[in-house]
C-alpha cells in the first residue's frame, strides 16, 4: 500500500489512542494554564496550520495569545519575548530548523511546551514540558497523521485551561465520534473520489483554484493546499471568506475552482452566502461542510461532501481528510507517486 494512503489509513485510529492516553482524570488538567504572561503558538507548516483552532479559542476566551511563523518570530519577534511568556513550540520531526533555533535563542521562557511526534528530539530536549502527539512517525513527504493528531492535541490543550474538569467529560465520546467519521470518509473513498474528479478540474492548468474557509476551518484549508502542493504539484490559492469578498471575488469574472470549507460555527452562514453567490456566478464549486446546504439554480458546477461533526473547532480534523483523500487521486491521475517529492525532505534543517 501506498505510504501516504496508510497514513491517511491511520488517522482514526491514532484519535483513538489519543482519546485513551490524555482524555482520563486529571491528565488534560496537568497541563496548567499559564497564569501570567502571554502565550506565544510557533511551528512550520502543518504543525502551525493545525494550532490555529485553538487559537482562535484561546484569543476568543481572552488570552493574550500570539501565533506566528516561527521563521518570523526568530528575526522578528524574538525582541517582545518576556521572561514570564509561555512558548507553545510545534514540530512533528522535533528538529525544524526554525522553531529548534527560537528555543536555543531565548531559552528563558517562563515555560516552554512542546509537541511532537519524536519526544527525544533535539526540541523535545530542549522543552520544559514535552506531548506525545502519539502520530508516530510519518513517512510520507505529504502529512496526514501528525496533522489530525496535534489539531486535536492543541483542542484539547485549550479546553482544559478555559473548562474545569467536568465540563469537558464528554471529549472522549466526541473523539470517538470523530474516528468513527473520519473512518465512514475514507471507507469507499477510491469511488466517490473519482467521481468527484471526473466532474472537477482539478487538474486543469488553466484554471483559477481557491480554498476559501473562514473560522477554525482556516487551518484545513491552509494544510489542504499544503497537501496538494506536495502531492499533487497544484496550487490553491488560501483565502479567509471574508478577505475573499475584498478583491478576490473578481476572480470569478473568469473559469474559478472554488472548495469551500463551510463547518458549523459562528461564520458558516457568512460562508454558505458566498458559495452560493459563486454556484450563480457558474464558478465550479466543492461545498465540504453543511448538511443543509441547497443550491441556486443549475447543480451541474457543484459538488458536496458532507460533515457530522458540529464542534467548529474540531470539525476542521474530518474536513482535512477529505483534501487529503482529493490530493491523493488527483496525483495518481497525473501520474505522481502520492506522498513522494523531488524537492523538499520531510524534515527542514536549514533556513
Not at 124 to 129: A, W
Not at 185 to 194: A, F, K, L
Not at 235 to 249: D, K, N, W
Request: glycine share 6%; with cysteine; charged share 20%.
Amino acid at each position: 500500500m501506498n505510504r501516504m494512503l496508510k497514513e491517511i489509513k491511520e488517522q482514526p485510529e491514532i484519535l483513538k489512542k489519543i482519546s485513551q492516553e490524555y482524555v482520563i482524570d486529571g491528565k488534560l488538567f496537568s497541563w496548567n494554564a499559564p497564569k501570567k504572561g502571554k502565550i506565544i503558538i510557533t511551528g512550520m507548516g502543518s504543525s502551525l496550520f493545525a494550532a490555529y483552532p485553538a487559537y482562535l479559542r484561546l484569543m476568543d476566551y481572552g488570552y493574550p495569545v500570539v501565533w506566528i511563523d516561527a521563521s518570523e518570530l526568530l528575526h522578528y519577534g524574538l525582541n517582545s519575548i518576556k521572561k514570564e511568556d509561555t512558548l507553545i513550540s510545534i514540530s512533528q520531526s522535533g528538529e525544524s530548523f526554525e522553531v529548534v533555533e527560537v528555543i536555543k535563542r531565548y531559552p528563558n521562557f517562563n515555560r516552554i511546551i512542546g509537541f511532537t511526534a519524536q519526544t527525544r528530539s533535539t526540541m523535545g530536549g530542549l522543552c520544559s514540558e514535552t506531548i506525545d502527539i502519539l502520530s508516530g512517525t510519518e513517512e510520507s513527504i505529504t502529512s496526514t497523521k501528525a496533522y489530525t493528531a496535534t489539531l486535536a492535541l492543541l483542542n484539547l490543550m485549550s479546553l482544559s485551561w478555559i473548562y474545569a474538569q467536568n465540563e469537558i467529560s464528554g471529549l472522549r465520546s466526541l473523539l470517538d465520534q470523530l474516528a468513527d467519521e473520519i473512518e465512514e470518509v475514507i471507507e469507499n473513498s477510491e469511488s466517490w473520489c473519482n467521481d468527484l474528479l471526473d466532474e472537477l478540474n482539478i487538474i486543469q492548468p488553466s484554471h483559477h483554484k481557491v480554498i476559501i474557509a473562514r473560522g477554525p476551518a482556516l487551518s484545513s484549508a491552509w494544510h489542504g493546499n499544503l497537501c496538494f502542493s506536495e502531492c499533487t504539484k497544484e496550487l490553491f490559492a488560501v483565502f479567509s471568506a471574508g478577505q475573499f469578498r475584498h478583491g478576490p471575488y473578481e476572480l470569478a469574472v473568469n473559469p474559478l475552482l472554488a472548495i469551500i470549507l463551510s463547518l458549523h460555527g459562528k461564520t458558516q452562514k457568512l460562508t454558505s452566502s458566498l458559495a452560493q453567490e459563486l454556484i450563480q456566478k457558474e464558478a465550479q464549486v466543492l461545498l465540504i461542510g453543511e448538511k443543509e446546504f441547497s443550491p441556486p439554480g443549475k447543480k451541474q458546477r457543484f459538488k458536496f461532501l458532507p460533515i457530522q461533526c458540529s464542534d467548529e473547532y474540531f470539525a476542521p480534523m474530518v474536513a482535512i481528510v477529505y483534501l487529503q483523500i482529493i490530493a491523493y487521486y488527483t496525483a495518481i491521475r497525473k501520474g505522481i507517486e502520492p506522498g513522494t517529492a523531488q524537492i523538499v525532505s520531510k524534515m527542514t534543517l536549514k533556513e
